[in-house]
């Protein structure tokens, strides 16, 4: 199979696209075909051409931390868990999170959601026992992975200045659900999501975790005040 | 105002972190990549607290489980602080939003985790890791607005900035602009995980290296118990790696196996009884080690229900990467490199023989002994955080520092020169080399031979390091980490074969037996090229 690979040495230089050859097994994950690609002594593109090694972001490989998040044949997706025997046609192409700066090839710099949920002040102010019918719900919300793939996906989001995307709403949930009143949430989610959310729910479709995004803008919208106090 | 430097942002990293600012001190946590990223978050089986309404477990129970499953290697005042803290560290947990998996009484439930004879284990779904970060993150951010605590990313630990036995900060690698800077600071946290990289790929993150340990080695820092690497005994083989197959699926009722002229041989309970498959992870990776047929692991007589809602993330992974459906069919699965026991020497304080140079979390060697128990691990990456922020609290800090500009400029020279001599040599393809040789030297089963023969092939590629030229086509930190790696891995090595007994974790095929002397930990250190190796008989560390 050719693994066609869009390439970019460091942050602001050319990008230009690089094909290989990977003659591995279908079992593997796209990230064991980037391993693969890359763990030879010397790596050589499909013209036979000597290539830089691909960087590319991987900690767990195994669909647990988000590091691996890549447009992998146009769609977003972690890499340790996308598998070469899925990928129909000859090629495969690879590109980074097009929402974000390039650090190099497909490694991205993700901070703004880091900087986004710090600036908006997403934080617990107040702990207050939560309703036990909130507990699952919360369980899915902590899992959020701030991969990114929502965002890219998102028909909304754009750079992250304005409009925050799925991973705040459901980190506004998770502090709404936690804690007593808090005016500076609410007027942060309103601004930096309802504002902006068409509503396309493509965001769900892509979620390594499937966490149900909707509901926690239903609770949200439903006036979610606080927990119980008990 | 003091200023502490962490390196790590895992638990234990933002565990120092929060309890600093809970006291109003400062400080700036250091990583490449942001915490959900780290080792941490695919903890998933638990964290040991005991129940203090439960009638029958104890702190005393507790503190006795982990020294015996230590091979009493580790000191009993060190274990008895981690374990009495359990509890209020998991109320301290749900005080931050850690979401714990509840039992019929509304109360958090408990688990049956390996080499303990109590229900103790507390777990948040099948991500306990995870749950227990984003709760840890938040409270991150809480302090973040105060100005108490400053995350940065792209920052890889170069070395410590050290005068005289005392540290002053770190120097620090900004992938971003690919800067190396000083960083001054009252105190030094190292929170920088496992040496997972000496091993290649094992169960855990590949982010997590070691180098911070061979570094700070060859800055004069000791080390200790190196030889003590945990295989854990279920482990799933796939093409990228080999997953972890929770010691959850054991503590629900999986059973271990192998088959001999089409027989079921249930291995463990044959020869430890009925609590044999909930064995230590040493035991049973030595047992396993001895066995040349294929060994599995059945849960499929537990049942659909049970599987669905105790095991779904052992479900899916064996789903997912082989797949298999283990409500029909049992789990192949062979050991693998899974914790470092081994790592940074320090005190009840957490606090190296460097003044002001703590280290917490798995890159800290105390509480674990020849061997960890499962679920000890998050419990000891929370307390170290805090009992380092309790020092360091303590402690009153003039907010000076020696002059260091020499060694802050000779290190930005020599990286700088590396830069300039381009060459496209494969610092990764050497990386692959050691990772290979470790494997193979530093099995589950040793001996004198084999591990001389690691230390020769080391000691070959330490020959050549520093004339090895800069490799542009990967990170910077690949470059300049390999010789630390290199180091430690040598450390190992001379641990391993220094201590010629059979005791937890490490097992020599040339003296398999426990030797009642050696009931003490590895201490090595290093001094201009030479390696020295000493035995803790006096509990300079841990007692
Ligand atoms: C699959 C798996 C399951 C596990 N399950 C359990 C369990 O159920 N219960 C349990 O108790 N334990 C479990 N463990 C062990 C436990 O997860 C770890 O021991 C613990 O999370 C370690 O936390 P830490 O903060 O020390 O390190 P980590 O979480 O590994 O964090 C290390 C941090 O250091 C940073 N870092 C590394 N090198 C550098 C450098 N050179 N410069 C700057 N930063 C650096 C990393 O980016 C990261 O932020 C499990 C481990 C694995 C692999
Ligand atoms: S490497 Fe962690 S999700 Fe892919």
Redesign the interface.
């Known amino acids: 199979m050719n693994i066609k690979i869009k390439r970019q040495r460091y942050p602001g230089a050319e990008s230009y696209w690089q094909t290989f050859v990977y003659t591995g097994s279908p079992e593997n994950t796209v990230a064991g075909v980037l391993d693969e690609l890359n763990y030879k002594d010397d790596i050589t593109d499909i013209n036979g051409e000597a290539a830089p090694r691909i960087s590319w972001e991987c900690s767990c490989l195994q669909g647990v931390c988000g590091a691996c998040a890549m447009v992998i044949n146009g769609k977003p997706a972690l890499a340790c868990e996308t598998f070469v025997k899925d990928c129909r046609g000859e090629t495969m192409t690879i590109e980074p999170l097009h929402k974000f700066p390039v650090i190099a090839d497909l490694v991205v710099d993700r901070s703004v959601i880091q900087k986004n949920l710090r600036e908006s002040g997403s934080y617990i102010k107040q702990y207050m026992n939560p309703e036990p019918e909130e507990y699952e719900h919360q369980y899915s919300t902590a899992r959020c992975l701030k991969c990114g793939l929502c965002l890219e996906i998102c028909p909304n989001y754009a750079d992250g200045s304005r409009f925050y995307g799925e991973v705040f709403a459901n980190d506004c949930y998770a502090i709404a659900s936690k804690s007593g009143k808090d005016e500076v949430m609410t007027e942060a989610y309103d601004k930096h999501f309802a504002a902006g959310c068409s509503k396309s729910l493509s965001c769900m479709d892509v979620c390594p975790m499937r966490i149900p995004t909707l509901a926690s803008m239903a609770k949200l919208n439903r006036g979610l005040k606080g927990g119980s106090g008990k | 105002m003091t200023t502490v430097a962490i390196v790590g942002s895992g638990i234990s990293g933002l565990s120092t972190a929060v309890s600093l600012a809970e006291k109003g001190i400062r400080s700036v946590v250091l990583s490449p990549?942001?915490s959900?990223?780290?080792?941490s978050?695919?903890a998933a089986g638990g964290i040991n607290a005991v129940d203090e309404h439960d009638p029958l477990d104890s702190i005393e129970a507790h503190i006795e489980d982990t020294l015996s499953g230590g091979r009493y290697l580790a000191g009993y005042d060190a274990v008895k602080g981690l374990c009495s803290a359990a509890p209020g560290i998991i109320a301290q947990l749900e005080?931050?939003?850690?979401?714990f998996t509840?039992n019929a009484q509304?109360g958090i439930d408990r688990r049956a985790f390996g080499g303990q004879r109590y229900k103790r284990t507390c777990y948040?779904?099948t991500?306990t890791g995870?749950?227990i970060v984003?709760?840890l993150v938040?409270?991150c951010?809480?302090y973040?607005?105060l100005g108490l605590i400053e995350?940065r990313?792209?920052s890889d630990f170069h070395s410590a900035l050290i005068k005289d036995g005392h540290c002053y900060g770190i120097l620090v690698f900004d992938?971003?602009t690919r800067e190396l800077y000083p960083l001054y600071a009252d105190a030094v946290v190292m929170a920088a995980g496992g040496q997972n990289a000496l091993f290649g790929?094992t169960t855990g993150?590949?982010?997590c290296d070691g180098y911070a340990a061979g570094r700070l080695f060859m800055q004069g820092a000791d080390l200790k118990n190196l030889e003590f690497i945990q295989y854990h005994p279920t482990t799933l083989e796939t093409?990228?790696?080999k997953?972890l197959v929770s010691e959850a699926a054991r503590g629900e009722g999986g059973r271990l196996f192998y088959e001999k002229a089409g027989r079921r041989i249930y291995f463990m309970e044959e020869r430890y009884g009925d609590k044999g498959n909930l064995m230590p992870r040493d035991v049973i990776s030595r047992e396993m080690a001895g066995i040349s047929e294929q060994v599995y692991l059945d849960v499929s007589f537990l049942g659909k229900d049970i599987i669905e809602h105790r095991l779904p993330e052992v479900q899916e992974?064996c789903r997912?990467?082989r797949g298999i459906d283990i409500t029909e069919e049992p789990i192949p699965v062979t050991p693998s490199v899974h914790f470092f026991m081994g790592g940074l020497a320090v005190d009840l304080n957490h606090e190296t023989n460097i003044r002001e140079l703590f280290a917490v979390g798995e890159c800290a060697s105390i509480y674990h002994g020849a061997n960890r128990l499962g679920g000890n691990s998050l419990l000891a990456a929370l307390y170290s955080g805090h009992t380092a922020a309790e020092a360091i609290a303590g402690r009153s800090y003039t907010g000076t520092h020696p002059d260091l500009t020499a060694y802050v400029s000779s290190e930005q020279e020599k990286l700088s020169q590396s830069f300039a001599s381009e060459s496209?040599f494969?610092v990764?393809?050497i990386r692959?080399l050691l990772a290979e040789h470790m494997q193979k030297q530093l099995g589950i089963v040793r001996e004198k031979e084999t591990l001389l023969d690691g230390i020769r092939d080391i000691e070959f590629y330490l020959d050549s390091v520093d004339r090895i030229h800069y490799?542009?086509?990967?990170?910077a930190y690949f470059n300049y980490s390999l010789k630390g790696l290199l180091v430690l891995a040598k450390a190992t090595l001379l641990c391993a074969e220094a201590r010629r007994e059979s005791r937890g974790a490490h097992n020599r095929s040339d003296y398999p037996e426990e030797d009642p002397q050696m009931n003490c930990a590895t201490i090595i250190s290093y001094e201009d090229g030479a390696y020295r190796i000493h035995y803790d008989r006096e509990g300079r560390y841990e007692h």
């Open positions: 990549f942001p959900e990223r780290s080792q978050v695919m005080r931050a939003g850690t979401v509840r509304g948040s779904g991500a995870k749950q984003s709760a938040m409270a951010r809480r973040e607005a995350r990313q792209w992938e971003s790929k993150s590949t982010v093409p990228q790696k997953m992974l997912k990467y496209r494969p990764m393809y692959d490799d542009s086509s990967v990170l």
